[in-house]
């Protein structure tokens, strides 16, 4: 596609649900990021793709956090069993070679846990 | 912990002045710096990157480094009341200690709050 596809829009959770966050990059781009923004702040990095290798996730806030991308192109955010704290904007942006390169993002995610 | 810097604001201009927004980041890594704009309720848009020291010029906007002073500024020529948004200052950071391959991402400021005064 002509730009990165985030789906769905709007989530909104039961606390303890599991949620599934999916992310189209932009054709031929490499690299695929995941962030986390909350009200008033900046983008948060949570991981990064490179090609279907997850090449860091250090920035995942535990293990209920998992992010996939099997085939080097479609990536999947997966938050299991939701808190209240995980309430943000997920962004999903990616880049033609690395980090170091143009990001593009994606309209996000606005997940709501209630 | 690497960290970018920025004043929230927020920060009015009057509609056809020159608006300047500052960032500074504390890795001295950092080789690749983006300016990104945010419309309330919408994703990141990237305006400007830069890579080297000095001046890069697109249209209304100048970016600015000084990896020196650890120092990037942003300059809208002409300001319009639609360059009022949020400006995110980004710097490419090594991050954590299971990055692979020397792999990095990029590390955000908090932005700042600009407003174009018609």
């Known amino acids: 596609g002509a730009g990165v596809s985030q789906s769905p829009r709007y989530k909104v959770a039961k606390r303890g649900q599991d949620v599934a966050l999916r992310c189209d990059p932009i054709?031929?781009?490499?690299?695929l990021f995941w962030y986390q923004q909350a009200l008033g702040q900046g983008p948060e990095f949570l991981t990064y793709f490179q090609n279907e290798a997850q090449l860091d996730k250090s920035g995942l806030p535990s293990d209920r956090f998992f992010a996939e991308r099997p085939e080097g192109s479609v990536s999947t955010l997966k938050i299991q069993r939701t808190q209240q704290e995980d309430s943000a904007v997920y962004l999903c942006?990616?880049?033609?070679?690395?980090?170091?390169?143009?990001?593009?993002f994606g309209q996000g995610t606005r997940l709501t846990v209630v | 912990q690497k960290e970018v810097e920025q004043n929230s604001g927020p920060l009015s201009v009057p509609e056809g002045a020159i608006a300047s927004l500052n960032c500074t980041y504390s890795?001295?890594?950092?080789?690749?710096f983006f300016w990104y704009r945010q419309y309330s309720g919408k994703s990141p848009e990237l305006i400007m990157s830069i890579y080297s020291n000095g001046d890069k010029e697109d249209g209304r906007f100048t970016a600015q480094l000084n990896k020196a002073s650890q120092y990037v500024s942003l300059l809208i020529r002409d300001s319009q009341p639609s360059d009022s948004a949020t400006y995110l200052c980004a710097a490419d950071v090594l991050l954590g200690p299971n990055s692979g391959g020397g792999a990095d991402g990029l590390t955000f400021g908090k932005g700042t709050h600009l407003i174009i005064q018609p």
């Open positions: 942006a990616s880049s033609l070679e690395g980090p170091r390169t143009e990001a593009f």
């Open positions: 054709s031929g781009h490499v690299s």
């Open positions: 890795d001295r890594g950092s080789q690749s």
